[in-house]
């Protein structure tokens, strides 16, 4: 759309350019009968020639410049999107690799997403003391999963490629602000209500504070959800008041 206003905008300069001159011309020597001269029309052509080829020549180094410029950003465009969804396919892979195992079978995946929420719910009403601040708390709930690697296999690969992902778009400089909204949305596409569930959880713990700044910005935790009433448990101690209202809105 703005590549079509710009060149429709110096397409009427252009017209105006030339309009504007023979004006000028026909003002100062109008008043004489068209002549059947072809020295006359020689001067005439001189004077066109003279006047407009210059500011006609700019305007061709201005349109060559705009197209150098939408094909350049079509190319950063490419090579973005080339990278964007193959970390997106990464993310596919990362999230069927998240494995965790107990004595009565083994769970992938998003089951095994369910399971992280499950052990994190676990330890913050259970083995986390209570009188400490919330934001230590669920900190803390969190940060003993990971200390458990091989028990949760996979979780930070997960989690890491995510940030990624919106880091990839946010540092993409050439996109405009609303575009970087789209892209982050297409992402936001990709994920299930747990895994938004489980993202909100890994951004406040200490491996993936970094990863609040994109949660909040592009709006990651919408239509979040978590396991039995969790969810309820977080919003009356107040953790959920860690992060902005951006981060559930649309």
Not at 47 to 71: D, R
Not at 126 to 150: A, C, G, H, L, P
Not at 170 to 176: G, P, T, V
Not at 188 to 208: F, P, V, W
């Amino acid at each position: 759309m703005k590549k079509s206003k710009s060149i429709t905008l110096i397409f009427f300069i252009s017209v105006f350019f030339v309009f504007v001159t023979i004006y000028f011309y026909w003002r100062q020597f109008g008043i004489f009968p068209i002549s059947e001269s072809t020295e006359k029309w020689g001067q005439f052509g001189d004077y066109i020639g003279g006047v407009l080829n210059p500011g006609l020549s700019f305007i061709s180094i201005i349109l060559v410049c705009f197209t150098l410029h939408v094909t350049s950003k079509q190319s950063m465009i490419q090579s973005f999107e080339s990278v964007l969804f193959e970390l997106i396919r990464y993310h596919k892979e990362h999230r069927d690799n998240i494995k965790v195992v107990y004595e009565e079978g083994t769970y992938i995946g998003v089951e095994a997403l369910i399971w992280y929420v499950t052990e994190v719910k676990f330890n913050f009403l259970n083995i986390v003391d209570d009188t400490f601040d919330v934001r230590y708390r669920i900190k803390d709930s969190i940060d003993r999963i990971y200390s458990e690697d091989m028990f949760f296999s996979n979780t930070g690969h997960y989690f890491r490629n995510l940030y990624h992902i919106f880091k990839h778009i946010d540092e993409a400089d050439f996109l405009s602000e609303k575009e970087k909204i789209k892209y982050s949305k297409l992402v936001r596409a990709q994920l299930s209500s747990i895994e938004s569930g489980a993202l909100m959880l890994n951004g406040l713990s200490t491996l993936g504070n970094k990863s609040m700044v994109y949660i909040q910005k592009y709006s990651l935790l919408q239509g979040f959800t978590l396991s039995g009433n969790f969810k309820d448990d977080l919003d009356e101690s107040g953790v959920l008041n860690l992060y902005s209202d951006k981060a559930f809105g649309d």
